[in-house]
């Protein structure tokens, strides 16, 4: 285990001595939202009976920003490691495609987890939120990482160049992000655009979580689990696999 800790340890502290750029930019930019759409929206939505849009939005934007910084965890060091040429010596040692995966995965995890867990305790300052079912925001917090994490590996394992690994931030994290019912329900969209989001893996991922701070949500808790937990499995499979290829890594 101790190949497989030191790469941990070292993707830990890659974006801890970095702090202002990966825990307190997050947390501002997310203030900025919660702040901005808090205020306009206060008396104009009503998304569940009894719920503040405030206590309704806090949850969405936090696992935005969880999901966001995980992505951006695992792919940018393997990129910037592809540029620099010092990925090499990450492959030089003898270190299986499991434990290099789990390494950035999980250091990933932990830069999700931290900045969604600073903006939460940011907005208790400022807003009552409920949290009525603990243990459903853990599981939520932890699938969500591990699977914008296991994302950040792959698009990491394709990108060449920061370019490349801009268009998976531009084209699909940010869309899946921003279109996964964080600022709304789905309920209150037109049917085509409420059937095209339950194929978005994002919008069961913040589903869940908000219920488990709220004990409502705009689909089953565990429906959500049901599918966030085979994408998970369905990317973790997949990347584990390129990895043991060697596929734009080794060849």
Not at 78 to 94: A, D, M, R, Y
Not at 195 to 212: A, E, M
């Amino acid at each position: 285990m101790r190949g497989f800790l030191t790469l941990f340890f070292k993707e830990v502290l890659r974006f801890w001595k970095v702090s202002l750029q990966t825990v307190l930019a997050p947390l501002i930019s997310t203030l900025l939202y919660l702040l901005v759409f808090s205020h306009v929206m206060a008396d104009h939505a009503d998304v569940y009976p009894g719920v503040s849009y405030a206590a309704f939005l806090i949850p969405g934007l936090a696992m935005m920003s969880m999901l966001q910084n995980a992505f951006a965890n695992s792919s940018s060091s393997l990129v910037q490691s592809k540029v620099t040429g010092n990925l090499v010596f990450v492959l030089l040692t003898p270190l299986s495609h499991w434990e290099f995966y789990w390494a950035y995965v999980l250091a990933s995890v932990v830069r999700g987890v931290l900045v969604g867990s600073v903006v939460l305790l940011t907005a208790w300052f400022f807003f009552a939120i409920p949290a009525r079912e603990p243990l459903w925001i853990v599981v939520f917090a932890l699938l969500a990482t591990i699977l914008s994490g296991s994302l950040g590996v792959l698009a990491g394992i394709w990108a060449e160049k920061f370019d490349q690994m801009a268009a998976w931030q531009n084209f699909i994290v940010l869309p899946l992000t921003f279109l996964s019912g964080a600022f709304y329900s789905i309920h209150s969209l037109p049917s085509f655009w409420n059937t095209l989001s339950r194929f978005n893996p994002f919008f069961y991922v913040i589903d869940g979580f908000r219920y488990g701070f709220l004990g409502s949500s705009d689909v089953s808790p565990w429906e959500s689990l049901l599918i966030v937990g085979s994408a998970c499995l369905a990317l973790s499979w997949t990347t584990l696999a390129l990895l043991r290829s060697g596929w734009r890594l080794r060849t």
